[in-house]
């Protein structure tokens, strides 16, 4: 059942910095989107916009994953990490009404609130899983957007697994 622009997901572990979903501000203004076409906003339809928003999108995520800084932590592994960011930001990006995370089609919405909350701890979350799967990905894209949404869902639960079974092992 498709759910209506004016209905919200009210849960208690629902925690995005914005509730309007047909405009999202971010951060005092620094970006702006839109859902509707850029006509309905009374903008012009000729691309630049969309380069323009592009751009935005590009600081605010290099910014909120601390690229530069991963990049010299991770100097073998830059162009992953330059391809990790920029497929964040075609996620952010997307005019789609849903997207696909594991097989599954999300309201856009809640994709791009959960994408805006990956920051550096979860990008070499995503990273370490990356080196340790064994497994063959026949569908890289959605692979790693599906790994991505689920960063900042189960980063948490991993390392206190970890934890537990160091401790356990009386390794800590």
Do not use: W
């Not at 997901?9 to 910095?17: E, I, K, L, M, S």
């Not at 751009?55 to 990049?71: F, G, M, T």
């Not at 997307?94 to 919405?109: F, L, R, W, Y």
């Amino acid at each position: 059942q498709e759910v209506s622009k004016g209905r919200t997901n009210n849960t208690d572990n629902n925690n995005t910095d914005f509730n309007d979903t047909d405009s999202i501000l971010f951060h005092s203004d620094r970006i702006r989107l839109y859902r509707e076409s850029p006509q309905e906003n009374g903008m012009e339809g000729n691309g630049n916009d969309a380069l323009q928003i592009r751009k935005q999108y590009q600081d605010y995520v290099a910014e909120n994953i601390s690229l530069e800084i991963l990049k010299e932590r991770y100097p073998y592994q830059r162009e992953l990490l330059d391809q990790l960011a920029e497929l964040m930001v075609d996620v952010l990006c997307s005019t789609k009404n849903h997207i696909c995370v594991g097989k599954e089609d999300k309201p856009a919405p809640i994709v791009k609130a959960q994408f805006m909350k990956i920051n550096s701890m979860h990008i070499e979350y995503v990273l370490e899983g990356l080196q340790k799967n064994t497994t063959l990905v026949r569908n890289t894209r959605q692979y790693l957007i599906t790994t991505l949404y689920n960063a900042p869902l189960t980063i948490d639960a991993h390392y206190d697994t970890l934890f537990n079974h160091d401790r356990a092992n009386g390794l800590i």
